[in-house]
């Protein structure tokens, strides 16, 4: 048996004790067939999101447990939709968070992963969205696979780094001007899992026809739904799995929605049925009452939260007032009340985010609930914009209190509406 049969039937081996073991993750990995890949390009292992690349050499080098945490590691990329969700971001530090995001869930699912793995305990429960910008972006780090996620068909790159979109890097295993590319003799007639010996494998390879991420994406959703639908009638899915899958799988309804429904929700516009006064007639009808709701917005100014971001909240919250006339106060907090505050503003009036607003320190949520309290204050609805890192009062207040939390910091009463 030649090294790289030996290491096929390697990583089957691992394939099937997955399945048997952990069928949620083993149902997934059954959708990346092998290929093994030229080590000229391939250092470790990589994945386009249609097949699994591997270096013979590195497989060879790990332990049974590695490999299946190898194995589950690129199923989860694929399956949680890494390559359709980078946006704008940098490639490089995206792709340093997903790592991340992926090796803590399996590490905490019990699997071994080899040694170079990033996973820091800091970003343990954090989305890859939300790691991003915690990566710094003169980052040394390097991730455990390549991700071939942006590359095309027919034309891949073959080393690690940020490549722009459209941009490929020339390669040895790409056929040069006037060579043939290799012809479809040289696979399986199966052409599901492994090329013939001797055949050499390029992402570009493991699919005829290119698929938009859109609809790879959805393919990948409905392989997670399956798989997880699956694990769960044998009982065999964790709740820590069913909550990560349900948000993935639920249709995410965006916050500015949630809070627009709040807020209608308080709103006083409503049917008054009073009987008028003798001048207007004798008929009863029902006439339009309404008044200005009393919405008390409070800023986290503290120093994890950026200008911007404090900027397009006081947007969002200015576009939504008009919908249901509030009159509008705004504060700002960090550790402290901003000494210039509040500002209010009428129903007719823009709100627009005050110059120089001041914070940059500590974050405490006490001072804002105490000058409403000193002020006999009681607000219809008080928002507050804040990273939930902080101290909060004991006891909640007698109105409504909605956060609208950056990140995954939790808030011991109240609303809470996730932001990011």
């Excluded at 249901?324 to 504060?331: I, Q």
Aim: glycine share 8%; aromatic share 8%.
């Amino acid at each position: 048996m030649n090294p790289t049969d030996e290491v096929l039937t390697k990583l089957g081996a691992a394939r099937t004790r997955l399945i048997l073991e952990r069928p949620f993750i083993g149902a997934l990995v059954m959708h990346l067939p092998l290929r093994p890949a030229d080590p000229s390009w391939c250092k470790t292992v990589a994945t386009d999101a249609r097949a699994l690349y591997f270096n013979p050499g590195y497989i060879a080098s790990l332990t049974f447990a590695q490999t299946q945490f190898v194995l589950a590691h690129e199923a989860m990329h694929c399956a949680l939709a890494h390559f359709a969700r980078r946006g704008h971001r940098v490639r490089r530090r995206w792709d340093i968070a997903c790592d991340h995001a992926v090796n803590l869930l399996l590490a905490d699912e019990g699997l071994h992963p080899p040694p170079g793995a990033l996973a820091d305990p800091e970003f343990r429960g954090l989305s890859a969205e939300e790691i991003y910008p915690l990566i710094p972006p003169e980052v040394r780090a390097h991730t455990l696979d390549q991700h071939l996620f942006d590359e095309q068909a027919g034309g891949a790159s073959r080393a690690g780094g940020d490549v722009p979109a459209g941009r490929v890097r020339p390669s040895r295993d790409e056929p040069r001007a006037g060579e043939a590319a290799p012809d479809a003799a040289s696979w399986d007639d199966a052409g599901d899992e492994q090329p013939r010996a001797g055949a050499r494998v390029t992402p570009a390879m493991s699919t005829a026809v290119p698929v938009a991420h859109e609809d790879l994406a959805r393919q990948w959703q409905a392989r997670l739904a399956s798989a997880a639908q699956q694990a769960r009638q044998a009982g065999r899915l964790s709740g820590s799995w069913l909550r990560l899958i349900d948000g993935l799988i639920q249709p995410q309804i965006p916050w500015r929605f949630v809070l627009a429904r709040y807020l209608m929700s308080i709103a006083r516009d409503d049917y008054s049925f009073q009987r008028p006064p003798r001048r207007e007639g004798a008929a009863l009808l029902p006439r339009l009452a309404s008044a200005a709701v009393d919405l008390c917005v409070v800023l986290d100014t503290s120093g994890s939260i950026a200008d911007e971001e404090l900027r397009q909240f006081v947007t969002e919250v200015d576009a939504l007032k008009g919908q249901v006339r509030a009159r509008v106060t705004l504060h700002g907090c960090d550790e402290r009340l901003d000494d210039r505050g509040p500002w209010t503003f009428e129903p007719w009036e823009s709100i627009a985010l005050p110059e120089g607003i001041s914070g940059g320190g500590g974050t405490s949520f006490l001072p804002v609930f105490g000058w409403l309290d000193a002020e006999r204050r009681r607000p219809d609805l008080l928002l507050y914009f804040t990273d939930a890192a902080g101290d909060f009062p004991q006891q909640a207040p007698d109105f409504p209190v909605v956060w609208l939390v950056k990140g995954r910091g939790k808030v011991p009463w109240g609303e809470r509406i996730q932001l990011n």
